[in-house]
């Protein structure tokens, strides 16, 4: 019987930042265009509302620890999503994940297992990936999680 990774911070916040960080550390290199994109999306987004650009940092480091942490795919997946309380958080999460993996104008066959392995794991319908990738090629905003 597999145990899932259940993570110290329970937060959708934890969880947004966790899957940005696993896409990223999918090709086995973070790249610094990666964790640029990584910031930029962070301070364009109200869900991180609150955090000031010197906690960034840390909780970046705090998201790869806890990555590190699961020993493949089938641990951390299940955790990502139960801490994404809707779907509209589900598909953010994806969307962050698309950005990430793009940041360097190409995703890695290995960022594409993880995407795919996201979109499995999150119930995001092909249509609704299509749309998400397309945002994050053209570094558009991703859709609202809640109405505003």
């Known amino acids: 019987m597999s145990k899932h990774v259940h993570f110290g911070d329970e937060t959708r916040q934890a969880a947004l930042f966790e899957t940005m960080v696993l896409v990223a550390g999918a090709d086995g290199v973070v790249s610094k265009d990666e964790v640029e994109e990584i910031y930029r999306r962070v301070f364009e987004r109200p869900e991180f509302q609150g955090i000031h650009a010197n906690d960034l940092k840390e909780a970046i480091s705090h998201a790869a620890k806890n ?64 749309a998400l990738f397309e945002a994050a090629e053209n570094h558009a905003p991703l859709p609202p999680t809640k109405p505003e």
């Open 67 to 130: 990555v590190a942490k699961a020993k493949d795919l089938g641990h951390i997946l299940p955790t990502l999503s139960q801490r994404l309380p809707d779907q509209a958080s589900r598909n953010l999460a994806f969307g962050l994940a698309c950005s990430v993996a793009m940041a360097d104008h190409r995703a890695h066959p290995s960022e594409l297992a993880v995407l795919k392995a996201l979109q499995n794991a999150f119930d995001i319908r092909e249509s609704e990936v299509v």
